[in-house]
Nanobody, 123 residues
Framework: QVQLVESGGGLVQAGGSLRLSCAST???????VGWFRQAPGKERDLVAA????????YLVDSVKGRFTISRDNAKDTVYLQMDSLKPEDTAVYYC?????????????????WGQGTQVTVSS
């Protein structure tokens, strides 16, 4: 069973950057991975996703041009580079793994979840 651990969250001023990491306790190089976020009182929504090889990616419109998703399968780690952060990016960020062959764009496609890491962007 895949266990995921997120790191890299924190408090940053608007316009700043953070890089989130999602590491697995066992190899997950054959899994698609997604980053979700959940703000207080809101649904958990997909922000970015990447297929198993890293060739295909997806970004929600609100983060295009600011966030980048990538992976290093040799390290069993997926990254979310977040630049030009805005206060509305404040949320708990979760990574999740899917057995989907391509990019998994629906929440129900994900089988394994991390515990989340808090990202707070101050204005």
């Amino acid at each position: 069973q895949v266990q995921l651990v997120e790191s890299g969250g924190g408090l940053v001023q608007a316009g700043g950057s953070l890089r989130l990491s999602c590491a697995s306790t066992r190899t997950f190089r054959h899994y698609a991975v997604g980053w979700f976020r959940q703000a207080p009182g809101k649904e958990r929504d997909l922000v970015a996703a990447i297929n198993w090889s890293g060739v295909s990616t997806y970004l929600v419109d609100s983060v295009k041009g600011r966030f980048t998703i990538s992976r290093d399968n040799a390290k069993d780690t997926v990254y979310l580079q977040m630049d030009s952060l805005k206060p509305e990016d404040t949320a708990v960020y979760y990574c999740a793994a899917s057995t989907s062959w391509g990019v998994a764009s629906e929440r129900y496609e994900y089988d394994y979840w991390g515990q989340g890491t808090q990202v707070t962007v101050s204005s």
